[in-house]
Structure formats: C-alpha cells, structure tokens
C-alpha cells in the first residue's frame, strides 16, 4: 500500500499536515538572526519540532476523523486505522531519505517500535509475497512517518510519508514505500534566467570609450549663460 492507496480520510489529513509544516518553516525562516539573537541549526530545529506540532494538533481538532496524542513525548496522529508519526529529517529536498532510519542505535525506543511493528504485521503468516522485493503484496502496514526538511534560507522544502520497517542490513532501505506529499518548486530556471542577463550586459571597461564635441563659447553667449 503507498500513498495513492492510502484511505480516503488522508487526504485531509495530508492536506493539513502539509500547511502546518511549511507554516512552522516559514515563521522560524523569518524570525531567523544568526547575528542579533545567536541563532544557529539546533535553534532553528528545535523551532520546526515545536512550532510544527503545536500547528499539526490545532489542524487536527478540525479534522473530523483524526486526533493526536504525545506518548513518552512523540506525536502520534491516528485515524483511518493508521498511526502517522512525523519526524524532521535534513535540510533540503536532496535528503538521502534512506538515512532516516528508526532502527539503529541512535533511534529512541518509541522509533524503534514504529519500524518493529511494521515487521512484525509483514510477517505475518498467510500473506503472499513478492518474488522481487520480498515484501508482501497489498500489505496494509499501520504505522506511517511524515519527514520533512528544510533551512532557515529556503523554508521548507520537501515533505515525505512513507511506511518505515527494521531493516535487517544498513544497506537496505528503511522503507517498505516513501512518497513526497509536498516538494518546493526548483528556483533554477530563475537563477539561470537571470545569470543570463548578467552575462549578455558588458562590462563598464567593455564600453566604447565615448566622443565628446567641444564647442567654444563666444563672449556674447557667455554673458548670456
């Protein structure tokens, strides 16, 4: 199952997590000083973490068919028979999304727990599996993670959700499926357009040097200037 088969009731919800997370970026962007008030990442982070659940939980008491909740201080947001958590992960869309990952050392006990459980439902005896990928086919895994990244200069600049398992390798990926929900336009064509007008305007010392008449003054028009 990835995010086109998902339930109808997570469009909503997809929705509203997307405005709460670029509006989260966006206010920590603007009020940003490095100079002024010593900002650096980790107060930027810690701002996103924040700002980002508070304005997911007020979408959410507006949204009929999801609540959230904080057990052992992580968000989790269930509706629909899913469980989404959400999670901060790098500072731009390139982010190696298979470096997310819930399942080493570094994760906490609660991450731990999201990856295992959708193990342990893949292993289920019964399921057909796949041939290629040795995951089960039409596998409805429960537990989802939002992850999105961004920097104080950009904002936000993707989000993903995507279905996390506990990989048995560090080589293989963490991820049974991982969608983008939301990805910032690219400003190339912008930077690009504009490069090109620079290029194609010369150079002050590139100039023709210019050709000034000098005309004398006569005595009689002198008086008159």
């Known amino acids: 199952m990835a995010l086109d088969d998902l ?7 997809g929705k509203a997590a997307v405005a709460a997370i670029r509006r989260a970026y966006d206010i920590n962007a603007e009020r940003y000083d490095p100079l002024v008030a010593g900002d650096d990442a980790v107060v930027f982070g810690i701002g996103i973490y924040r700002n980002s659940w508070y304005m997911l939980e007020q979408e959410i008491d507006s949204l009929d068919d999801w609540s959230s ?11 629909a028979g899913l469980r989404v958590h959400v999670y901060r992960h790098g500072q731009n869309a390139e982010i190696d999304l298979d ?3 819930l399942d080493d050392a570094r994760a906490s006990e609660t991450q731990r727990l999201i990856a295992v459980s959708n193990s342990l439902q ?7 599996m796949s041939s290629e990928t040795s995951v089960p086919v ?7 993670v939002i992850v ?11 989000i993903w959700i995507g279905a996390p ?5 560090i080589t293989r990926s963490p991820w049974v499926w991982i969608e983008p929900l939301w990805l910032a336009e690219p400003a190339t064509a912008e930077v690009v357009a504009t490069d090109r007008e620079l290029s194609s305007t010369p150079r002050h010392d590139e100039l023709p040097e210019p050709i000034i008449a000098l005309e004398p003054v006569l005595a009689d028009d002198a008086e008159n200037l």
């Open 7 to 13: 339930p109808q009731e997570f469009k909503a919800l």
């Open 69 to 79: 909740a904080r057990p052992s201080g992580s968000l989790v947001i269930t509706g």
């Open 99 to 101: 470096s997310f990952r």
């Open 122 to 128: 893949m292993s289920l005896p019964g399921l057909e």
């Open 138 to 144: 039409d596998q409805e895994l429960s537990e989802l």
């Open 148 to 158: 999105h990244a961004g920097n104080p200069d950009d904002a936000c600049c993707g």
């Open 165 to 169: 398992i506990a990989a048995e390798e």
